[in-house]
C-alpha cells in the first residue's frame, strides 16, 4: 500500500487517480495486516485498490467526474465496494473516468483527461474510457486493480487501450446499488486487472446477489478461480463475419486470426458464425442508453445533490434548474440528455425508443441463436483501433468517437459476459485486445478460455 500511494504521487502527470485517500488506505492495509496475523486471508486481503470515481463510497466525495456533484460526499458504501473491502482489500483513491461514464477518451471529466502510460514518439494518448483513470492506473503499477464500470464498452476499451485485462460480467451479476447510474438496463460493474487470474479472483469479489438492486441475479457465484484450468478442448468459438469492418486495419486482423489460432492450438474448435443485427446495434445502443441517462440524470436539480447556481434578483425554481444543470453538466453530458429526451418524447417515442427496444431484441436474439448451436464463446477485436492521440477528436463530429465503441455496445445490449485481454502490439508499438463475449453466467468458461490468449 505504501509503495503504490507513493507511485500515485510520482505519477501525478497521468492524472489517473482524482483523490487520494492515505489514511483509509493505511488503516485498511493494517487491518489486512491483523487478518493474515490472524490466520484469516480472505481472497482480497491486503490488495491496494484503485475505485472509479462513479463507486459512492462512505464520506469520500464520489463525483462521478461530473461538476453538477461538487462536495457530494455519500452516506453510504456501493454494494461492490463494501464487499471487496470486507474481502480485505485496501482503497487508494477515487479513479478519473469520462463525466457520468459517458465518453471513450476519458476527455469530458471535469477533471481534465486522464493519461494513457504508453506513448508513441512523445505524443501524449487516450487511456480509453469511461473508466480512462481505472486503466491507466493498473497499467502504470499504481495500483493492483480497479473496478471499473462497462455500459457500452467503458471497461474493455480502456483495458485494450492500455495492455491489460477487464471483464463486464452478464447483466445482474454484479450489484448496481451505490453506483452512480448511466443507463441501468445496460451498466454493469467489473474488475480491470493485469491478468486474468487476478480479474477472477476480483470478480468473485465483487458479485452477489443484492436485494438493494432489484435486478441483480439470485443465482450463485462459482469460484471462477478454480474456474481456471487451462483445458478448453472441445470448446466451439465463433467468428462473427459481421465484425469485420471495411477499413479494419491490417494488424487488427492479423491479431484476431492469430488469436483464433492460439484457441485452435489449444484443442478448440474455430467455426464461422454470423450475427446479422449487429450494423444495428451502434444507432440503438445511442438511443438507448441516452433515454435511459435523461432519466435517471434527472435528479440532479440543485436541491438533492452538489453544485447549485448563484441566482439572480427574481429568479425562480426554473431558472434554478436551468443554470444549474447549464453549469453543471459538461458538453456531452447535455447532449446526451437532449438527445435522449427527445428520442423519449410523445411525438418521436415510437419512432426512435420502441424501434431501438426492437432492434435490442433482434441483437440478443442473434446471439442466442448461436449459443443454441453449441458456440461456447464468441473472439472479435475489442476496439477497431489502438488508442489514439489526446485531443485529436475534439473537432470531430461527436459520432466519430461512438465509432469506438462498435465491437463492444452489442455486448451490453444482450446482457452478456464480454472481456478484453492484451493481445499484442501495434507497429507502433501500442497495445490492441481481443474481447472474448461468452454465454450468459458463464464467466469462469469466459475466464478460462481468455487465460488461453494472454
Ligand atoms: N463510450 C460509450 C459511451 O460513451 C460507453 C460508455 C460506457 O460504457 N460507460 O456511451
Known sequence: TEACLSEIEGAARLNAFVRVTPEIALDQARAADARIAAGEAPAMCGMPLGIKDLFCTRGVPSQAASHILNGFRPEYESTVTQKLWDAGAVMLGKLNMDEFAMGSSNETSTYGNAVNPWKVDDRD?????SSGG???????????AATGTDTGGSIRQPAAFTGIVGIKP???RVSRWG???FASSLDQAGPMTRTVRDAAIMLGAMAGHDPKDSTSADIPVPDFEAALTGDIRGKTIGIPSEYRMAGMPAEIEALWSRGAEMLKDAGAR????SLPHTRYALPAYYVIAPAEASSNLARYDGVRYGHRAKLAEGDGIVQMYEKTRAEGFGKEVQRRVMIGTYVLSAGFYDAYYNRARKVRALI????DEVFAQGVDAILTPATPSAA????EMQDADPVEMYLNDVFTVTVNLAGLPGIAVPA???AQGLPLGLQLIGRPWEEGDLLNTAQVLE
Open 179 to 181: 453506483i452512480v447510474a
Open 424 to 426: 499484442g502490439l501495434d
Open 134 to 144: 481505472s486503466a491507466a492506473a493498473v497499467a502504470a503499477d499504481l495500483c493492483l
Open 364 to 367: 440478443k436474439r442473434d446471439f
Open 170 to 172: 452478464t447483466y445482474g
Open 125 to 129: 494518448l487516450t487511456p480509453g474510457g
Open 270 to 273: 474455430i467455426v464461422d458464425i
Open 388 to 391: 489514439f492521440g489526446l485531443g
